[in-house]
T-cell receptor, first 115, second 113 residues
């Protein structure tokens, strides 16, 4: 079974631009979560989608948004990029949204650099 | 709110030596506990998890962790490390009923030959 895939793996943008990152979950998984990883703040939860609905949202500004499609693929969008948005963005999928028994599987991440 | 503290940002050890990576958490409600490993240029991989039951949890690659409720700790141990264990290790908690994982800042484990 293929793992979680994220595209692109690396991205360079300039301040003020917007960016869209894509995540394809493991086949059969319906929940997709996004995390931001930076050296200063560590790993922080952005949001989770399940069956095309946002189930939970972290403490990020409205410039960060996401969506999920009917095939469970998810995208996250960051508008008006700032230097501080430079980070590794990780996507994780699992079979369902609730409960600890279904493990989250992480993708390799998209490394975003904002110049 | 929940928080996780990994007491060591870096841990250097010699190959075949034992290692302990420390993790303390803060929560007013019951939590589930996890350890993840991140190899260079890769995502996170689950090493082990504590949900309930026995406080000693065994994971992959020879790692184990012990849940200590009174000390709110979940330290990760391995009796003999290999060069291939060089990676960053993250402790995380999940509140029962919540959706998200709260991670510690990570511990970089470096194995010296």
């Amino acid at each position: 079974k293929a793992g979680v895939t994220q595209t692109p793996r690396y991205l360079i943008k300039t301040r003020g631009q917007q960016v869209t990152l894509s995540c394809s979950p493991i086949s059969g998984h319906r929940s997709v979560s996004w995390y931001q990883q930076t050296p200063g703040q560590g790993l922080q939860f952005l949001f989770e989608y399940f069956s095309e609905t946002q189930r939970n949202k972290g403490n990020f500004p409205g410039r960060f948004s996401g969506r999920q499609f009917s095939n469970s693929r998810s995208e996250m969008n960051v508008s008006t990029l700032e230097l501080g948005d430079s980070a590794l963005y990780l996507c994780a999928s699992r079979y369902s949204s609730g409960g600890p028994y279904n493990e989250q599987f992480f993708g390799p991440g998209t490394r975003l650099t904002v110049l | 709110a929940q928080s996780v503290t990994q007491l060591d940002s870096q841990v250097p050890v010699f190959e075949e030596a034992p290692v302990e990576l420390r993790c303390n958490y803060s929560s007013s409600v019951s939590v589930y506990l996890f350890w993840y490993v991140q190899y260079p240029n890769q995502g996170l991989q689950l090493l082990l998890k504590y949900l309930s039951g026995s406080t000693l949890v065994k994971g992959i690659n020879g790692f184990e962790a012990e849940f200590n409720k009174s000390q709110t700790s979940f330290h990760l141990r391995k009796p003999s490390v290999h060069i291939s264990d060089t990676a960053e290790y993250f402790c995380a908690v999940k509140v029962q009923g919540a959706q998200k994982l709260v991670f510690g800042q990570g511990t970089r484990l470096t194995i010296n030959p």
